[in-house]
């Protein structure tokens, strides 16, 4: 399955984002998807996740319940939301895919994750 990210930009602190995955390729439906950030000097980073069948959310808590997650299996698209950005939220990010066997799994370590998109960058101003 190939990747690609888009939605990114200079958005203001307070604002909101809304990043797009889209998929071609594999079935979309046999893969969940996960969001990533990598801030300049620091390693990649954990942002959430969503199951194959879109039933199952998990968020790392530096998101602090800003995120939302959703996918559309018919579409070939995931969706990234967040809400009351914050400078410390600039980083590229990135949308992945991984192989899971149960629907309703989902992963949070980026090595599970066997696709990945190019990413897109987004800064957060002050």
């Known amino acids: 399955v190939q990747l690609q990210a888009s939605g990114g930009g200079l958005l203001q602190a307070g604002g909101s984002l809304r990043l797009s995955c889209a998929a071609s390729g594999s079935a979309f439906e046999n893969y969940a998807v996960g969001w990533f950030r990598q801030a300049p000097g620091k390693e990649r980073e954990f942002v959430g996740t969503?199951?194959?069948?879109?039933?199952?959310?998990y968020y790392a808590q530096s998101l602090e319940g800003r995120g939302t997650i959703s996918r559309d299996n018919a579409k070939n698209t995931a969706t990234l939301e967040m809400n009351s950005l914050k400078p410390k939220d600039t980083a590229v990010y990135y949308c992945?895919?991984?192989?899971?066997?149960?629907?309703?799994?989902?992963?949070?370590?980026?090595?599970?994750?066997?696709?990945w998109g190019q990413g897109t960058q987004v800064t957060v101003s002050s």
């Open positions: 969503i199951s194959r069948n879109g039933g199952t959310t």
């Open positions: 992945a895919a991984a192989p899971l066997r149960t629907a309703s799994g989902t992963a949070s370590v980026h090595q599970t994750y066997t696709h």
